[in-house]
């Protein structure tokens, strides 16, 4: 089992539309978890960053934390074609030792 | 504020060599972390360091290695190439290490023939 899963997609969403995108993650010692975005050729970008169980939201972007799931979800308001990338889940994991990333999924928004 | 920078961009060296690339963190920024990003692996933790210390590691055999430098400059080192070291390096700065936000330089791209 790997230590951070994502669905690779890709997601396909009409513009306008909420975009949904999960993370499982299997260290249950986690406590910090990280949403990047990575645009074709570029570097990673940090979205959000979740601590706490429940919902956090910056503009239309809303991460969602459910510790005894260990489940992270990203969700994507009035998605626009912008949107479009590669979304990266991460965790610090094993007492705060490694940075895990997921392998990512790719969501494109239509016009 | 300046951001990440990285040095080379881009990088052809043959199998047995050795790699030095270089990271230039954002001023104030003391943690310095690298990351190998394949199409196969994705992204993965090499090491981190935070005022000249390693101070985590990842799942990498010894032939990588890095440091730190007392001004955050941080350089890290690939002896003995392999075809499978061919990838996108990159390096993140942050204030004080994982839980701040890592900020990502644009990578160095190391093809190994």
């Known amino acids: 089992q790997k230590e951070v899963e994502q669905n690779s997609g890709p997601l396909s969403v009409p513009e306008g539309a909420i975009a949904s995108l999960n993370c499982t993650y299997s260290?249950?010692?986690?406590?910090?978890f990280f949403w990047y975005r990575q645009y074709s050729g570029k570097s990673p970008e940090l979205i959000m960053s979740?601590?706490?169980?429940g919902d956090k939201e910056d503009g239309r972007f809303t991460a969602q934390l459910n510790k005894a799931s260990q489940y992270v979800s990203l969700l994507i308001r009035d998605s626009q074609p912008s949107d479009s990338a590669t979304y990266l889940c991460?965790?610090?994991?094993?007492?705060?030792?490694?940075?895990?990333f997921g392998p990512g999924t790719r969501l494109s928004v239509l016009p | 504020k300046a951001g990440v920078t990285q040095t080379p961009r881009y990088l052809i060296k043959t199998r047995g060599q050795q790699v030095t690339l270089s990271c230039s963190p954002i001023?104030?920024?003391?943690?310095v972390s690298w990351y190998q990003q394949t199409p196969g692996q994705g992204l993965q933790f090499l090491f981190e360091?935070?005022?000249?210390?390693?101070?985590n590691k990842g799942n990498f055999p010894g032939r990588f290695s890095g440091r730190q430098f007392s001004n955050s400059r941080s350089e890290m080192n690939v002896s003995t190439l392999e075809l499978g070291d061919s990838a996108l390096y990159l390096c993140?700065?942050?204030?004080?290490?994982?839980?701040?936000?890592?900020?990502f330089g644009p990578g160095t791209r190391l093809t190994v023939l």
């Open positions: 993140a700065s942050s204030s004080s290490g994982f839980t701040d936000t890592q900020y």
């Open positions: 260290d249950r010692g986690s406590q910090s």
């Open positions: 979740i601590y706490s169980n």
């Open positions: 991460a965790v610090i994991v094993n007492y705060g030792q490694n940075f895990v």
């Open positions: 001023s104030g920024h003391r943690s």
């Open positions: 360091y935070f005022s000249e210390t390693q101070r």
